[in-house]
């Protein structure tokens, strides 16, 4: 134990000598998700500055990142279509997700070699697929010794990026991370000195507060305010604020989708009305355009709740939560006015005409 803690603060101070905190500008970001079959030609690059393209794989056997064959062909010109629309936009190649193997994660983090090979990897596909940073999507390090395995990893993964950069010349990659809404994962504390030093910003995902699926009642799926609770994007940037992150490393998650519930009694129809369930999906998520789409159908009545800053809808015992322009434009207006580096979105594919996108851009101004 002492010599692996030892090697964890060589290798922050050897990551400090080559890592200039030079900053960033603004970060008005979104997910873009081959699962959907949204077409990358179709993303409208002008309304961001930078665009996720998820997700690359990590293959247990060899702790290596991989893309699959199915996506090869799209993130291989990931970077050059979008830049069609906007030559400026940066594109970030994500490792893993929300249905990513947390095993593999673990397994990889826990051992130099293992890490080694995920680290060189992913920076061998960025370079060869043209993308100008990485993000890790580790949902999530789940105890202490995977927080502490995280940390190390981060801290040589930018140690790895910085000589990459001096051996050939080229623009450091980008390095950016996607954590919980929190500092800490039900307790167990992130590596808040690692993350400062190593990353240029973490995508905090302030969404999935509430769901069909693990609450029975209805809920703000994404409050930025909650007076009754911790499950809010406002708690969960104070902590990560409180826990030593500067403001200007942290990006808000926003989500381009909603939760439904099925109701109890349908002239119960509030915030924490009893549910009996999901409704429209098995998992009752939904996209922003598949809201406004039930909406129009079913004559739903919609509904913003400013204390909140959240939307929804219902019609019937079906009941959505989600978020509009309304709660889009104070979520943002609330980022910039804190002093934070931007928002992000999950996911481009679930936007309606590019309302909730352009509604954030507006909200962010020059």
Known sequence: MAAKTLTFFLTLLFLLQFHSSAGQNAVRAVYWFAGTGFPVSDIDSTLFTHLFCAF???????????????????????????????PSVKTLLSIGGGDANATAFDGMASQAVSRKSFIDSSIGLARSNNFHGLDLDWEYPSTPTHMTNFGLLLAEWRVAVAS????????????????????????????????????????????????????????????????????????????WIQAGVAANKIVLGLPFYGRAWKLANANNNGFFAPTVGAAISKEGDIGYAQINNFIAQNGARALYNSSFVSNFCYSGTTWIGYDDRESISAKVTYAKNRGILGYFAWQVGADDKWALSRQAASAWGA
């Open 56 to 86: 690359a794989g990590l293959n247990p056997q060899t702790n290596r990142v991989v893309i699959s064959s199915a996506n090869q062909a799209q993130f291989s010109t990931f970077t050059r279509t979008v830049q069609q629309k906007n």
């Open 164 to 239: 990459e950069s001096r051996r050939t010349g080229n623009t450091p990659l980008l390095l950016s991370a996607a954590v919980f809404r929190s500092s800490d994962h039900y307790t167990i504390n992130y590596p808040i000195s690692s993350i400062s030093n190593s990353l240029d910003w973490i995508n905090v995902m302030a969404y999935d507060f509430y769901g069909p699926g693990w609450s029975s009642v209805t809920g703000p799926p994404a409050a930025l305010y909650d007076p009754r609770t911790t499950k809010s994007g406002s708690y969960g940037v104070t902590t």
